[in-house]
Structures are given as structure tokens and as C-alpha cells.
């Protein structure tokens, strides 16, 4: 049996730390292969936090653009394995690229899957003329990762999301899945099986859609991806809308801005497409499908959805606590019967192999970070100063000290200011983890052992929190009650003789001050307008954009929900008297 699962994490950092590291958000998932989109990352940001775990091996992709956004986009594929050499499993590929156009760095140093070669300037219906250029702006925002794993090729796709109006971004969004489409005709045509998995930002129909408007089926993209489909001539099986036809409210994304989960109030456009032929010897190719004779189920994973949690809040009116996870749900698919494949090692473009990762794993106290002790005779060893060890020594060295009772490890590494101390280790131990890291016998036998250490180190740097804690105090917003406080006066300022409110007056002063607080929030509900359906205060809001820019709103407070609901979001608008802009004068 293998499972597949999709997931668009909206930032895989804020994940991570959410389940509390990468492999038990991994773990959650419980899959053979995990598809992550929207990342988040960028090449300068990677780090083993966030994309090694032990037990499974990446491939990533990550957004190249320099528009200035930041790191946006990415896609990730982590693939659990016993063994990352010398492995029959399905789980590791034999093969893997980023991005399918194949002008890619990684792609030109390889060859690519299914010998692909993509001659340009080429010829695009609908498109005209497109150049090596623009193929190369497709690949860089880092939305795509293919896996060939040996019994079929896996896609994992970030699909851009444009709005109508933006020509270019449209443009794009035609160009990448016109170009995706001509990669997967060809493997297709090389008798291949093809998986597609990802948010590809499309529903397909109206029954993917909560209250799809009239005409929601005839734009562009949405008939594109149809004719994709077996039901419309396509190669491809929809596999969840294939096993379940007529389920309704069968929705992944919910926009987070109008508290869409609530009522599921939301899409389907995180989809699991596959291709091909089955595994059984047989002349009928109608009957005998990889999705009719492989495919056991295709579900969404609702219990991942944000807000599930008995200890957080409802939405109301984006005033309540933010909803702790991403706006999307995962979709999982398994397949049976699936045979085991050669002996293979796990291929070069891996993330284990990138430098920004490499160069990191080869720091071993960067696997002990969390088991580093500092203690102030070692500052004379470092030729460190007392105060700067007493202030944030944990936070200037860049590697430290390591000292376990049993010594198993000994590390010294150089201080971040200059000094000429060059790494130390102790040669026996570090002998030792270089066999046991060559050999193929264990997987990642290296970061084992260092973390068996790691767990038998004490860490203490409590100066270096307490500095930390009191730097946030001071740069954390003050509260009202520090408005009706007298700075305290330290002994020999001059001030020692200076009158201090009494307590009983600051209490006093404290409690007039949330009274206060409490009547301009009842004024202020007071005058905002009532909603036609409820009749309970509106929320305001603001243009962001366009000739409207800075005017005042008001709308329902209640989450977004289906129009037939009278509990949900009643479509209440309206527009305030007068600009924000006209208000500030």
C-alpha cells in the first residue's frame, strides 16, 4: 500500500511550529508520500528544521523570482523511507527535478525525467511566440517538483492564482499549464503513469464551489482543467470527485479573511489527478485503469481544518484570537498492489545534497543546538570576556561549547568576534561518525547518533533569557495601566526624595482608566450601523486598492457562510458618510 498526501501549508515555518517540528507534522500526516505547497521559503532561508526529518528524504522547490515579494510559493515533497540507499521502496524516487520546463540549473546538470528537451522559441496556442525567458519566469517561482517513482511520475504542483484583470499574471497562469500539460502528454506517450497532486487553484465545477455563481463553469482556466479529465476525452482520473460524484460541500480552501470555515464556505481546488495503465496483464485498457484497479480511496482530511480545536474561539469579525493553522485541508489518496522497485540510492537532487543544507549538516553542533551548556569556566578557556558571556553568550557564539558527563563529544568551535580559536574535535569521535555516515547500512545513521548525545546534554543560558525577555518588555507595545505609573527611582539618580503615587491611587487611576476604555467601545458600537439580517453592529473596512482607496465600509460581522444559512454572513454593505482620508483632516 502507498499513500499520497497533498497539503497547501500556507508557510511551512509557521506548521513546523505548530505541530512542534517537522517530523510530527509529518508524522500527523501519515503518509508514504507528503506534497507540501506555498512554503514559503526561500533558498537563503533553508535549514534542516525545517527540511530534513529523520526517516524521510525532500525535494524541494523554491521561489527564484526577484519581483521583491519575499519568499512566496514553494513546494516541498517529503518521502518516508527506512533506508535512503540501497532501497526497494516506492516511497524514494529514483529520480527527481524541479520545476518542468527543464532550463532549470538542477535540470540542465541531469538529464530529465523521460528525456524531455524543450526547444525555444516555441509556438503556444493562444499564446503566440514564447521565449526561453518566459519559460524560465515559469520555473522560478518555484511551483513545481517531479518525482519519478520508477512504477510512476509524481507532480507536485502549486498552480498560480490570478485575477482577471492582471493580463500578465494571466498570461503566466495560461503558459504554465499549457506547458505542464504538453510535459504530461509526453511521459503519457512514453507509457508512463502520470500523477498530478497539489492546489492547482482551479475548481473545476460548480459543485466544487459553494455558491457558485451563474456562468462559474465557462471561464478559461476551469475548462481547461475539465477537458483534463477522463469525462470530458482527458487522460487524466479526478480521483476524489471520481469516487465520490455527487458529494457536495466537499471543500479544501476556506478564505480566512471572512471566517469561511465556520460554515464551509469554501473551494475544492486541491486536487489528486492520475494516468496510466494498471499493473494486471490484460488487453481491455477501458476496464483496466491505475485508478480503477489501484486507487482504494481518496478522502479530504477534515479534521485538519483551522478552528477544530474545542480551545479556539469562533470567528467573529476577525476580533477573535487568529485560528491556528493553514486555510487549506489536506487530500490523501492509496493506492494498493503496488509492486517494490529495483535497488536504488536516493537521487542527487535531494535536499540532503543542496549546500545551503549540506553546509549546515556538516556543523555537528548544529544537531546539538538545543543540548549546549554554558558554563563561566569556560570563558577563560575561549578567551571570552566575563560580562560578554554573562550578557548573551549563547546568542554571540556561533558554535559552543558542548560538555557531556560521559564525554561521548567534545566540540569547541571559533567565537563569532574575531577570534583566531580555530573548530576542535576530537579526532576518535569524529572518526567514528564519518564510517557510520558513509555506510549505506542505516539511514542517517550520523544525525542518530548525534541526537542519542543531544538528548543526554543539559542545556542552560538562563542570563541569556532573562535578556531576551526583558528586551521584548521593552519593545512590546505598553499597556493603559503603564500610563498611570511613575518610573520607579534607583538610589543615587538624584531623584531618591521624589514622591510615588501610593498603590491605592494607581488601582483607582487603573480602574478609571478601563471604565474609560469600556464607554468609547459602547460609543463606538453605537454608532456603527446594523446589519439588515441581524441587526447586530457591523464591522468596518477599508479599500485596499483601486480609485476607492482608504474609503470606509461597513459589513455583517458574522463569518462568510451559504446564502441558504440565516446564521451566516447576511451580505450586508454599506458605505461610510465620508473617506478615511477626508476623516484625518
Known amino acids: 500500500m502507498v499513500k499520497?498526501?497533498?497539503?497547501?501549508?500556507?508557510?511551512?515555518?509557521?506548521?513546523?511550529a505548530q505541530h512542534g517540528s517537522l517530523r510530527r507534522l509529518l508524522d500527523a500526516l501519515d503518509a508514504d508520500i507528503i506534497c507540501f505547497q506555498e512554503t514559503k521559503l526561500s533558498r537563503q532561508d533553508l535549514s534542516g528544521d525545517v527540511i530534513m526529518a529523520e526517516g524521510y528524504e525532500a525535494f524541494i522547490s523554491c521561489n527564484r523570482s526577484s519581483k521583491g515579494r519575499g519568499a512566496y510559493s514553494g513546494v516541498a515533497t517529503f518521502c518516508r523511507v527506512t533506508s535512503a540507499f540501497s532501497s526497494q521502496e516506492v516511497a524514494l524516487p529514483v529520480a527527481a527535478e524541479e520545476g518542468f520546463t527543464g532550463l532549470q540549473e538542477t535540470a540542465k546538470n541531469s538529464e530529465t525525467i523521460g528525456d524531455f528537451v524543450l526547444l525555444t522559441p516555441l509556438e503556444e496556442e493562444g499564446l503566440g511566440e514564447v521565449t526561453r525567458e518566459e519559460l524560465l519566469k515559469v520555473d522560478n517561482e518555484g511551483r513545481c517538483v517531479i518525482t519519478d517513482h520508477g512504477h510512476f511520475v509524481l507532480f507536485n504542483i502549486y498552480g498560480p492564482a490570478v485575477e482577471e484583470d492582471d493580463r500578465e499574471r494571466v498570461r503566466f497562469k495560461l503558459l504554465f499549464y499549457k506547458r505542464l500539460q504538453r510535459r504530461w502528454e509526453h511521459l503519457l506517450a512514453l507509457g508512463k503513469r502520470v500523477f498530478v497532486v497539489g492546489d492547482l487553484n482551479i475548481a473545476p465545477a460548480s459543485i466544487d464551489r459553494c455558491d457558485a455563481p451563474p456562468g462559474f463553469e465557462k471561464q478559461m482556466f476551469r475548462e481547461w482543467l475539465r477537458s483534463m479529465l477522463r469525462e470530458h476525452g482527458g487522460p487524466f482520473f479526478d480521483a476524489f470527485r471520481s469516487k465520490h460524484p455527487e458529494r457536495v460541500g466537499a471543500y479544501t480552501c476556506f478564505n480566512q479573511k471572512v471566517g469561511a470555515e465556520v460554515y464551509s464556505y469554501g473551494s475544492r481546488i486541491d486536487h489528486i489527478l492520475v494516468s496510466g495503465a494498471c499493473f494486471h496483464h490484460c488487453s481491455s485498457v477501458e476496464d483496466h485503469s491505475i485508478f480503477s484497479c489501484h486507487v482504494e480511496e481518496c478522502e479530504i482530511v477534515d479534521h485538519f481544518r483551522r478552528g477544530n480545536s474545542e480551545n479556539m474561539s469562533m470567528w467573529k469579525g476577525g476580533r477573535s484570537s487568529k485560528l491556528e493553522g493553514s486555510d487549506h485541508i489536506p487530500v490523501y489518496i492509496v493506492l494498493n498492489e503496488i509492486p517494490q522497485l529495483p535497488v536504488h540510492n536516493t537521487p542527487s537532487t535531494a535536499a540532503r545534497y543542496l549546500p545551503e543544507i549540506r553546509g549546515r549538516q556538516q556543523s555537528i553542533v548544529s544537531f546539538l543546538r538545543k543540548g549546549i551548556v554554558c558554563e563561566h569556566k569556560d570563558a577563560t578557556d575561549l578567551n571570552i570576556p566575563m560580562h560578554r558571556l554573562d550578557e548573551s553568550y549563547c546568542g554571540d557564539v556561533l558554535e559552543s561549547k558542548v560538555i557531556y558527563k560521559e564525554e561521548p563529544l567534545t566540540v569547541i568551535a571559533k567565537y563569532s568576534e574575531g577570534s583566531d580559536l580555530h573548530s576542535v574535535i576530537k579526532r576518535k569521535n569524529l572518526d567514528q561518525l564519518l564510517n557510520e555516515g558513509s555506510s549505506g547500512s542505516s539511514h542517517n545513521s550520523t544525525a542518530t547518533l548525534l541526537a542519542k548525545q543531544s538528548r543526554k546534554a543539559s542545556f542552560s543560558c538562563s542570563?541569556?533569557?532573562?535578556?531576551?525577555?526583558?528586551?521584548?518588555?521593552?519593545?512590546?507595545?505598553?499597556?493603559?495601566?503603564?500610563?498611570?505609573?511613575?518610573?520607579?527611582s534607583k538610589p543615587g539618580d538624584g531623584n531618591s526624595n521624589s514622591l510615588v503615587t501610593p498603590p491605592d491611587t494607581l488601582h483607582d487611576k487603573c480602574n478609571d482608566a478601563t471604565l474609560e476604555w469600556q464607554r468609547i467601545q459602547r460609543r463606538m458600537k453605537m454608532t456603527l450601523p446594523l446589519c439588515k439580517g441581524h441587526r447586530e453592529p457591523c464591522i468596518p473596512r477599508s479599500v485596499k486598492k483601486g480609485s476607492n482607496t482608504g474609503r470606509l465600509f461597513y459589513v455583517c460581522a458574522r463569518a462568510q457562510g451559504p446564502s441558504s444559512n440565516p446564521e451566516a454572513n447576511c451580505g450586508h454593505f454599506q458605505w461610510a458618510t465620508v473617506k478615511s482620508k477626508e476623516k484625518r483632516r
Open 463 to 488: 542570563k541569556d533569557v532573562s535578556n531576551k525577555k526583558s528586551k521584548h518588555n521593552l519593545s512590546s507595545q505598553p499597556t493603559i495601566k503603564s500610563f498611570f505609573q511613575q518610573p520607579k
Open 4 to 16: 499520497i498526501v497533498t497539503y497547501n501549508v500556507n508557510g511551512l515555518r509557521p506548521r513546523v
